[in-house]
């Protein structure tokens, strides 16, 4: 999805002289276009990811709308407090942008992964986490947060292959089915659209937190088929599935099998590529297939 957000973050700056890019010292053969088109817009802060964030409050202060961009964690975990208190107690409309969420940097280990974000980032005053599934999604996720005046972060990822009929919004149903639903955020919701069982599943995507509501739609359905999965390439701590969990409580619907899919961190204490991250924690292949036939059992 880089390259595609930065294609889209180029557009945007065409419509709107008040965008301001700012990176920690990353972005080579990525962004060097976007510093093309930027020009004394683009400011390479170094590594100083705190101080980038501050610097970006500033901005968005005098008006502008700046873009803080480098690895998810670096440009998540480590500004936090600064994230907290300059940016989010201030409602003020910077953009953070996180490439590599969840195991997207594979080999490169836990330091440079990032299985927490959206439980963190979601929980902050005014944030807004906006979450694209394909390459599609990534220029319009891009205009939504340019005219969104609240704090936002952009979690980039290995971009699904699959389509979507519908455009980008919080809520979008991928594809009808009888025997139970899911609810996937992100591109790891492709590893079960690709199964053979999601025949029988009715599948959801989620792609904006915070998520204060479920579709009315959504609901009847997960009442009447009384099965429910939610997939995520994330902890499950403060999680979608808790968030999602909690809603579903409160609105007094009955499901008699409930199977929440997230990852569980280094169970091997090893690291492997992306996919053999999400292997692992049972976010893809046969633990995957094997979870949802039993789940549909």
């Not at 936090?80 to 942008?97: G, S």
Request: with cysteine; charged share 20%.
């Amino acid at each position: 999805m880089r390259n595609e957000f930065a294609q889209a973050i180029i557009e945007s700056k065409s419509n709107n002289e008040n965008l301001v890019f700012l990176t920690g010292d990353l972005g080579y053969m990525a962004l060097e276009v976007v510093r093309d088109k930027f020009q004394e817009h683009f400011i390479n802060t170094g590594v100083a990811e705190q101080n980038m964030v501050t610097m970006s409050a500033s901005l968005a202060h005098e008006g502008f709308i700046p873009w803080c961009y480098s690895i998810s964690p670096f440009v998540t975990l480590r500004p936090y407090e600064q994230i907290r208190n300059d940016v989010c107690l201030h409602n003020l409309p910077v953009k953070i942008v996180g490439n590599g969420g969840g195991f997207g940097y594979g080999i490169m280990g836990a330091t440079h992964h990032n299985i927490e974000d959206i439980g963190v980032m979601r929980i902050l005053p005014n944030m807004k986490v906006v979450i694209p599934f394909n390459s599609s999604d990534v220029s319009d996720a891009v205009n939504w947060m340019v005219n969104n005046p609240n704090p936002n972060y952009l979690r980039l990822n290995l971009a699904a292959k699959s389509t979507l009929s519908e455009p980008f919004a919080q809520w979008r149903k991928v594809k009808s089915g009888n025997k139970g639903v899911v609810i996937g955020t992100g591109p790891i919701l492709e590893n079960i659209i690709n199964l053979p069982e999601s025949e029988d599943l009715e599948i959801w995507l989620v792609s904006i937190f915070p998520v204060l509501e479920i579709p009315e739609e959504l609901k009847q359905r997960i009442g009447e088929v009384g099965k429910l999965a939610t997939i995520e390439e994330h902890q499950g701590q403060c999680g979608m599935h808790e968030c999602l969990a909690s809603l579903i409580l409160q609105s007094g619907i009955r499901i008699d099998k409930f199977l929440p899919l997230y990852a569980t961190g280094y169970i091997s204490g090893r690291y492997g590529n992306q996919q053999w991250h999400q292997e692992e924690n049972g976010l893809a292949g046969e633990k995957l297939k094997q979870q949802i036939a039993d789940f549909l059992k």
